[in-house]
């Protein structure tokens, strides 16, 4: 059930995004609004998904999941049949808000099922579905665009999902739930969203005084978040893990950092493959098959590698290769060649797959039964506020050197310009904190 709503998931997250140029020409949308396409699903993800990590563990994680997953069968209906970007962002939200249940519950389903010796490797497989998924949609979605519509990259997961749903309708006759169930936060969980929403609204804008309002007003409502959690009995969120297990801090962090300096990346060479080097959608989506194919074959291995030898140097040899990839994703112009880029796309399969299993793994073992639920919610925030800040600095950067202009001719060099900034800052963000956690390491041997 989990590996097949993995698979559809990823396929939805970045088959749209090889269609984000069609859909751009079609309903007549500027750079910046495309870009709240993707942006507007990972708001409404990570706005919901901590509240629904803490209701599947008192009122049971296949319930919220099945949920989730009928959830997104109707939603990804509705919004392929959008005929404004309006209509569309309103649809991604509704898109993002039932996929936080799947993403707060699957890997605590994993958990709930699997013995510790063997937890890693279970989530290396869920992994490993994940980024099969991710190397579907890209060249499904390419196919479909160039042949058929772009509404039909929305679709894709559809059937799949319908599986799952009567998989965990017929074939599971049992829930978990943790074993204090105690009662739901709601303050807590309100102010964590309307904090997230404001964050990413003002940062993926950052024009004027009301944008630098929003996100004082969104850090503001952090720190209560955080006060307010530290006192609650039963919180949506156990900040206090934060403070009492470096282990799981680090991890945190470290999850943060890759997502917010990788998800970008089928966006912008989607575009600069598009755009810049004048290639179809189909071919891009064959070219993009690179990475999470690489992605899937790896995942397992570091996951099992992960229970035998632990997980912190695989990590951070993960995140090393992720970064000097970036590096040279950050001097591409018209004259790159395509292997070249082909290469990078490679390594980044290589460096993701390295880090994520063991990372996901280091997680969930540093916490106690009890909270999978919450742990589990944790890799899903710490991944979707990744993604999502990601894709605030995209937008950020695209409005700040193309800004509310066509994609036309006029402006590809600065959208060129635009696209190396992004991975110039993906490079720094992963060399920084491999620097931090090796002085960290020092210490700690001192």
């Known amino acids: 059930m989990v590996v097949l709503n993995s698979i559809g998931t990823a396929m939805m997250l970045t088959g749209v995004n090889v269609a984000l140029p069609t859909i751009a020409r079609d309903l007549k949308i500027d750079a910046v609004v495309l870009t709240w396409i993707p942006m507007s699903y990972l708001i409404a993800v990570t706005a919901c998904v901590l509240s629904f990590g803490r209701l599947a563990d008192m009122y049971g994680r296949k319930k919220i999941y099945l949920a989730g997953t009928a959830g997104v069968i109707l939603t990804s209906i509705a919004t392929a049949l959008s005929d404004t970007a309006t209509m569309m962002i309103i649809g991604r939200l509704a898109q993002g808000v039932c996929a936080a249940m799947l993403y707060a ?6 958990s709930s099922v699997v013995a510790p010796a063997k937890r890693g490797a279970a989530i290396g497989y869920t992994v490993s579905a994940i980024y099969l998924g991710l190397a579907l949609g890209p060249f499904l979605s390419g196919w479909l665009v160039e042949y058929f519509s772009w509404r039909w990259t929305f679709l894709l997961h559809v059937p799949l999902a319908a599986v799952v749903l009567y998989i965990g309708i017929y074939r599971i006759d049992r829930d978990w739930t943790a074993e204090d169930l105690g009662d739901f936060d709601r303050v807590g969980a309100l102010v964590y969203g309307i904090a997230i929403i404001l964050l990413m609204v003002g940062l993926s804008r950052f024009e004027n005084v009301i944008d630098v309002t929003l996100i004082c007003i969104g850090l503001i409502a952090l720190v209560f978040f955080f006060k307010h959690e530290q006192r609650h009995p039963h919180p949506v969120f156990d900040v206090s893990l934060f403070y009492t297990n470096t282990l799981f801090t ?24 598009q755009y810049i080097k004048d290639m179809s959608p189909s071919t891009v989506g064959l070219l993009l098959i690179c990475q999470p194919v690489v992605m899937t074959v790896v995942a397992p291995v570091a996951g099992r590698l992960s229970d035998k030898f632990g997980s912190r140097v695989l990590a951070l040899a993960g995140m090393g290769i992720t970064g000097i990839s970036h590096v040279v994703l950050s001097f591409v112009d018209v004259q790159t060649s395509v292997y070249l880029v082909m290469v990078c796309l490679i390594l980044n399969g290589i460096g993701f797959g390295l880090f994520s299993s063991p990372n996901a793994n280091a997680m969930m073992g540093a916490v106690g039964v009890a909270n999978y639920g919450r742990a589990g919610s944790a890799i899903a925030v710490m991944r979707v506020v990744g ?4 894709m605030a600095i995209v937008t950020l950067v695209f409005g700040i050197f193309v800004g509310p202009r066509a994609l036309d001719i006029t402006v590809f060099p600065e959208l060129n310009l635009a696209i190396r900034v992004c991975f110039a800052f993906g490079a720094c963000l992963c060399l920084v904190f491999i620097a931090f956690s090796y002085f960290q390491l020092r210490r700690r041997c001192v």
Request: hydrophobic content about 55%.
């Open 387 to 390: 993604q999502m800040s990601s």
């Open 105 to 110: 519950t699957n890997v605590a389903v994993i």
């Open 250 to 273: 680090l991890a945190c962090v470290a999850s943060l950092v890759m997502y917010t300096t990788t998800f970008g990346n089928v966006v912008l060479v989607s575009l600069y493959l």
